[in-house]
């Protein structure tokens, strides 16, 4: 280092990168890159699985926004781990995480308060199905303690993320809206099964080139991103048919509303990824070398 040049670090935290609208600039990629978005994606989905099982959304009451709050701090707590494959796959969401750890550690600790406490007032705890309930609620949490090592697996790691917010998703909305068991439920769960499983293997193909430089195994790094795409589109579909099966055309279009929904913001999601600041606002990275 030449003398009289400040290290990186230092040029990250300077006071002359202080300033409102940096801070509401970096927020908003925060908002984006850290996926917080899916938080609404699950009230989207409790919603969409209520009425296929015939439970009015007035009858969720504080339940309909229930997983939001563990989407919120599993997503975040998972974000805040950077491993080598997110810094080659997503260098400004690492940058940004790195950044403002303390802060987003704060509001992991909120949203899993606030959880607990929504879990002990929606869940009907005095009943078996909502003891049950109880114990599903807390898989994102389990799974999230062992997904390093479920990464080492190829497709095990989707298929946990899909059996745990499947789960949560469909637990929370038979237990707080008293829905017996049945075939229609089973159904539901497996519609919910294969979308998010798609979900998370169509963002696996966005990554091959990352995940393969570090030897991260995924069903696309196997089959090849366009193989896997295909796969994605037909594990969608076979979702999208399980839910006519159960609740007719109507929650087919309700799904369609929330595939709209995620594809908006991963485009939202790339595009912040991609672009520098806005005209006017400083980049608070010029001076990293940590690109």
């Known amino acids: 280092m030449p003398p009289g040049q400040l290290p990186s670090s230092a040029h990250a935290t300077g006071g002359d990168r202080g300033g409102v609208v940096p801070i509401c600039w970096d927020a908003l990629r925060l908002f984006l890159t850290l996926s917080v978005w899916l938080a609404v994606a699950s009230v989207l989905m409790v919603a969409v699985t209520a009425m296929a099982l015939g439970v009015s959304l007035e009858a969720l009451g504080w339940g309909l926004y229930l ?8 997503y975040v707590r998972d974000r805040r781990g950077v491993s080598d494959d997110d810094r080659l796959n997503h260098p400004v969401r690492s940058r940004l995480v790195t950044r403002y750890d303390r802060p987003l550690q704060a509001t992991e600790l909120v949203a899993v308060i606030a959880y607990e406490s929504l879990l002990v007032a929606s869940l009907p705890l005095h009943r ?3 003891l049950g309930a109880l114990a599903v609620a807390h898989l994102p949490f389990v799974v999230l303690a062992v997904y390093l ?3 080492a697996v190829p497709v095990v790691d989707s298929l946990a993320v899909a059996g745990t917010w499947s789960s949560l998703i469909v ?4 237990a707080v809206g008293d829905v017996g068991l049945s075939a229609s439920v089973g159904a539901t769960f497996l519609a919910w099964t294969l979308v998010v499983f798609g979900g998370v293997e169509s963002r696996n193909a966005a990554d091959v080139e990352g995940d393969e430089q570090v030897d991260h195994g995924t069903l696309a790094s196997r089959l090849g991103a366009a193989r896997t795409r295909l796969f994605v589109v037909g594990a969608k579909a076979a979702g999208a048919g399980l839910f006519w099966v159960v609740g007719g055309p109507g929650i087919v279009v309700l799904l369609g509303c929330y595939f709209a929904y995620l594809a908006g913001f991963r485009w939202l999601t790339a595009a912040a990824s991609a672009a520098g600041p806005p005209p006017g606002v400083p980049d608070r990275w010029a001076g990293d070398t940590y690109r």
């Open 67 to 74: 997983p939001a709050f563990v989407v919120y701090a599993v």
């Open 128 to 130: 078996p199905d909502g």
């Open 149 to 151: 090592r479920l990464k």
């Open 171 to 174: 637990a929370t909305v038979v």
